[in-house]
């Protein structure tokens, strides 16, 4: 044999693989060459009459003709089974797709926004602050005296000598009022940590919305007229509201508002600690000594200010006797919102 008759053969079966479309027409191939009765079967068997000097050379060119016409057959096999896993599949497109469950923001979540929203409304500008914070701007800067209680460690935690996680979100009136001049009207909502003991109505995290509003010839009066038009808006007209007096180191005068509780209607129950009220609110008149250190001009400027807790506020909305549910993420509860 030849080295052109098996580079025939090798063409011949190369033009022939092309033609095959289905795996019978590939079968048929195999058996044709290298079938028991194949042409290169022939060729391998026919090395017994070959010259003994040619035997090797032919014996090589016809192993070489095997393995091409073996690949070959490989890849044609593998071209039609690729084929074969492309061919349509069966789609009943009547049938209902699968169902995604959406994904919804967390109940404080919503308060916060809700809250924000209605004073945004009122033309209050939205700003935020870090809860990593400095015992400057949580506490020096808004007139705590040095000795306040709630600068000991067993109310706040500190992260280090004058690092702590804000206790309030008021620090952020005072970085606000640095950065800009009156008239300024902000809202700013945020979350805010107090070494407490956890129960019904406490949580060592928790949320406010801070408000507040400087400009010439601002009044306490102002400020009740702002808080009332919320309340009204978020807890519907016939809420009841009672201001009492109170303190705060960085307004005054100062006071508390409380909202008529939801959940007993005022009759006394767990969540209002049997008094018929829920504290939602502490404002005031900002102090001049919080102006003085900022050069707010306090014979120039008047301001309010207030802070409110969202937990406390969504529990009264939605009727939920526990604060801490809102922090173990039990989808059951969740889903509710
Ligand atoms: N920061 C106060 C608190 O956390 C609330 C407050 C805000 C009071 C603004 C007066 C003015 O209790």
């Known amino acids: 044999m030849s080295e052109s008759s098996a ?56 192993n070489e003709l095997r393995s091409q016409i073996e690949s070959l057959l490989t890849d044609k096999q593998a071209a039609l089974g690729g084929a074969r896993s492309k061919s349509p599949i069966t789609i009943d497109y ?8 959406n994904g919804k923001l967390h109940p404080i979540t919503q308060t916060l926004n809700e809250i924000t929203d209605i004073f945004h409304g009122m033309g209050f500008e939205i700003a935020l602050g870090p809860e990593v914070e400095t ?22 935690f500190y992260i280090s000598k004058d690092l702590l996680l804000r206790t309030h979100t008021s620090p952020i009136q005072v970085r606000e009022f640095e950065k800009k001049k009156p008239p300024v009207r902000i809202i700013a909502p945020g979350r805010t940590y107090r ?32 808080i009332n038009a919320f309340a009204q808006t978020y807890f519907g007209s016939d809420v009841k509201m009672r201001w009492r007096p109170s303190f705060f180191p960085f307004t ?46 306090p014979e120039e400027y008047s301001g309010y200010a207030f ?27 969740l889903n509710q919102f």
């Not at 048929?28 to 017994?48: D, H, P």
């Not at 015992?135 to 706040?156: I, K, V």
């Not at 005054?252 to 909202?259: K, L, R, T």
């Not at 802070?307 to 509860?333: K, P, S, T, Y």
């Open 195 to 226: 070494q407490e003991a956890i129960s019904a109505r406490s949580y060592c995290v928790f949320h406010q919305v801070e408000g507040f509003y400087v400009d010439r010839d601002v009044t306490f009066a102002d400020l009740k007229g702002v």
């Open 7 to 62: 580079a025939d053969i090798l063409a011949r079966a190369q033009s022939e693989i092309v033609a095959c479309q289905t795996p019978e027409q590939v079968e048929a191939f195999r058996i044709q060459y290298l079938g028991k009765k194949g042409i290169v079967t022939a060729m391998l068997k026919g090395l017994a009459d070959v010259a003994p000097d040619q035997r090797k050379v032919i014996g090589q060119q016809a």
């Open 307 to 333: 802070g409110m807790g969202i937990e406390r506020i969504a529990m009264l909305r939605h009727q939920i006797d526990d604060i801490r549910l809102f922090f173990e993420n039990d989808l059951r509860f």
């Open 252 to 297: 005054e005068p100062s006071a508390e508002v409380d909202i008529s509780c939801f959940l007993c209607g005022g009759k006394g129950c767990r969540i209002c600690k049997h008094e018929g009220w829920l504290e939602i609110l502490g404002c005031g008149m900002i102090d001049p000594n919080v102006f003085a250190a900022v050069n707010y001009d």
């Open 94 to 101: 009547t049938l209902p797709g699968k169902r995604y469950p």
């Open 135 to 156: 015992e400057h701007y949580n506490f020096g800067s808004l007139n705590f005296p040095p000795d306040h209680p709630a600068r000991d460690m067993q109310d706040t």
